[in-house]
């Protein structure tokens, strides 16, 4: 059985160092493809590039230009590849246009030994039962929205205040998190889970899409199945630009990946 | 009157999209040469590259291999000028040795507007000449850090323990920092100051030098001259690797530069 995410990430190997995608439309967010999600599918082309290092460890995107759906072509370029790990560089694109030009540093998890020494708080959420579920937006935002459709969250329900014009102001935004399809996380899946949220200026009270410049991803752990509990916070806010950090926390409580991104600030509605 | 540090990140113009820098042997620590001196170099290469565009706005880094004083070459390629921010990449090799490729926003920082609403909070550091100066360090650590030369730092007498032995365990470092030169910091220099303060492993007991596999620095701000405040932590330390987030905060108080870097666990010395 084939996973629906699985379909969607899919590469086809056309010549050495390039692969084909088809972007699923099932995965627009207001004027683009979702950011998270492209780079899953460029994470997938490099994880079949290194056959013995199938794990993303470190991947810097660059984003260039909005992605539509459709056919794209990634192309790699291995620049070292010996020891651990090996690192590339990866652009993606639609013909001619560039849209996101990224490095990663791939490796082996599971040789990396269990010796954890976090000292990060792991979020505390209500269970999910008591979170607020994506599937509670209204068709309208979902209409814009239909990457919500591949997502089972469950907001906590502290930071969920601007669905009805009262945000909390502190720029926060958590959720536990997995896919509709039933798909466990891996660390590829990862990339996308670190920009699944919606951005965490909404709890600002900025609702609208917030483009992203730059989002680099760390990837610790394999991923225990389950529920994962995602986090989103900003502290600077500032000359029109905010980072967002994101944390996500494994069903075994492990944080297995870190990002942040520095993405400009939301326009407004309309 | 030109001061070291634009001596020593000097680049000249070899052919279009290519630059030759000669790396000076006082900026070496432990193994190598110091990374942010070189995310420096190349940060001032892509700011030659931008004339209209002088500022760095995010640079990722990924290190491939010790780099060594002496002549080296960057090669850039843009991959995007439209609009308000450039992207290009990056790549500092020696001879045939790729030591370092990196992915670059440049844009122009004074007009993004001064609208500020960070939530970070400023460190608190006790006034400099209570602090503990990089200048108390015994010789023999002096002369495996020759960069240590280049500056005036001021510890924090909270995490400066592991200099006796007694680390804090808290994961922490924070001083104030300054060039002995007297250069006023800007933005391309705080693409070095990220990476100028010992290891934060530092202050969990592992002393040694930890490698850096990735880097990516923000810059929000042109900073106000005179003291900056530099803080590192780290929260999640793991199979053998951990992130360290740096902050800089300028003597106006701002928040003028924020950091992440994965680096590989200190080798112990010796």
């Not at 999910?128 to 469950?154: G, K, Q």
Request: hydrophobic share 40%.
């Amino acid at each position: 059985m084939t996973y629906e995410f699985d379909g969607h990430i899919a590469v086809t190997c056309r010549d050495k160092g390039t692969w084909s995608a088809d972007l699923t439309p099932g995965w627009q967010v207001g004027g683009g493809v979702n950011g998270g999600y492209l780079l899953a599918v460029i994470g997938n082309a490099l994880r079949q590039t290194f056959p013995d290092k199938p794990d993303p460890i470190a991947v810097s995107a660059y984003y260039l230009s909005a992605t539509a759906p459709g056919p794209a072509t990634i192309s790699v370029d291995v620049r070292r590849d010996g020891g651990s790990v090996a690192t590339a560089a990866a652009d993606l694109r639609q013909g001619e246009d560039a849209r996101i030009t990224a490095l990663a540093t791939y490796g082996d998890l599971a040789r990396l030994g269990d010796d954890v020494r976090t000292t990060a708080e792991e979020p505390v959420l209500p269970p999910p039962d008591e979170c607020v579920a994506n599937t509670m937006a209204p068709p309208e935002v979902r209409a814009i929205a239909p990457l919500m459709d591949r997502f089972d969250m469950r907001f906590h329900p502290d930071h969920i205040g601007w669905t009805i014009g009262r945000p909390s102001g502190q720029g926060v935004l958590s959720a536990w998190f997995r896919l509709v399809d039933g798909r466990e996380p891996d660390p590829v899946s990862l990339l996308m889970v670190v920009d699944a949220l919606p951005p965490v200026t909404f709890d600002l009270g900025m609702m609208g899409w917030a483009p992203t410049l730059e989002l680099t991803a760390h990837v610790r752990a394999r991923p225990a199945p389950g529920w994962l509990k995602v986090r989103h916070a900003t502290r600077n806010m500032a000359g029109g630009m905010f980072e967002e950090d994101c944390e996500v926390w494994d069903s075994a409580g492990r944080l297995v990946a870190q990002s942040r991104q520095l993405a400009r600030q939301p326009r407004p509605v309309g």
